[in-house]
């Protein structure tokens, strides 16, 4: 069957949601800007929103050839040592244009695990080097629920190589998720901003 556009109908018309359907809206809660720090941490997630969403922005290691990392902590930031289990695959391209590579990762997903989940495999720590991306959480402060997360990420790597991983996964518990710390694997994070939003239905 042919697709049929409407005709005669204004611009308005189109785009206007009924009032029924719910959209999100992205509310800036907190930024924090790394300038040679051990980690960034989010802490006194609540209920207050359905989700949340979490922005990096040029971060960039001390250290080079390192990871970025993160976790999620039931106990307000006392632990961040949340069960979880996750995917992670990856496209490559370089910028020689001799490498291009689409594949899954078993060695960086999780399977109940408390460590900290690879966000990135290797980030470098030239001048024009850095990492962004966006992670998002569902429901963090259900108690009946596991935590659903989804993360994009792209980096420039120590090789001149752009690399986009996809990272989706749960935080098995029950209990509420109520911070977030993220980190590298070796080293302090040079420097970066970090920004956390709340999601509400409007």
């Given at each position: 069957?042919?697709?049929?556009?409407?005709?005669?109908?204004?611009?308005?018309?189109?785009?206007?949601?009924?009032?029924?359907?719910?959209?999100?809206?992205?509310?800036l809660i907190?930024?924090?800007?790394?300038?040679?720090?051990?980690?960034?941490?989010?802490?006194?997630?609540?209920?207050?929103?359905?989700?949340?969403?979490?922005?990096?922005?040029?971060?960039?290691?001390?250290?080079?050839?390192?990871?970025?990392?993160?976790?999620?902590?039931?106990?307000?930031?006392?632990?961040?040592?949340?069960?979880?289990?996750?995917?992670?695959?990856?496209?490559?391209?370089?910028?020689?244009?001799?490498?291009?590579?689409?594949?899954?990762?078993?060695s960086v997903?999780?399977?109940?695990?408390?460590?900290?989940?690879?966000?990135?495999?290797?980030?470098?720590?030239?001048?024009?080097?850095?990492?962004?991306?966006?992670?998002?959480?569902?429901?963090?402060?259900?108690?009946?629920?596991?935590?659903?997360?989804?993360?994009?990420?792209?980096?420039?790597?120590?090789?001149?190589?752009?690399?986009e991983t996809?990272?989706?996964?749960?935080?098995?518990?029950?209990?509420?998720?109520?911070?977030?710390?993220?980190?590298?694997?070796?080293?302090?994070?040079?420097?970066?901003?970090?920004?956390?939003?709340?999601?509400?239905?409007?």
């Amino acid at each position: 069957m042919a697709l049929k556009y409407a005709t005669n109908t204004s611009l308005s018309a189109i785009t206007a949601l009924p009032s029924a359907v719910p959209t999100d809206n992205l509310i800036l809660i907190s930024t924090q800007t790394a300038s040679n720090s051990a980690n960034i941490s989010f802490t006194g997630i609540n209920g207050t929103y359905d989700a949340y969403e979490f922005k990096f922005i040029n971060v960039r290691p001390a250290t080079d050839n390192v990871q970025l990392l993160f976790n999620f902590s039931t106990d307000s930031g006392a632990n961040y040592n949340v069960t979880k289990t996750t995917t992670f695959f990856y496209s490559i391209h370089n910028e020689a244009d001799t490498v291009t590579t689409l594949a899954y990762d078993t060695s960086v997903d999780l399977a109940q695990s408390t460590s900290f989940q690879i966000l990135v495999g290797i980030i470098g720590n030239d001048a024009d080097q850095n990492v962004v991306g966006t992670i998002q959480l569902f429901n963090p402060s259900s108690t009946t629920y596991v935590k659903h997360f989804i993360a994009t990420v792209n980096n420039s790597t120590y090789d001149d190589q752009s690399v986009e991983t996809f990272i989706a996964g749960y935080g098995n518990t029950t209990s509420a998720i109520n911070a977030v710390r993220f980190q590298m694997s070796s080293g302090n994070i040079a420097d970066g901003i970090f920004k956390l939003y709340g999601v509400k239905k409007s």
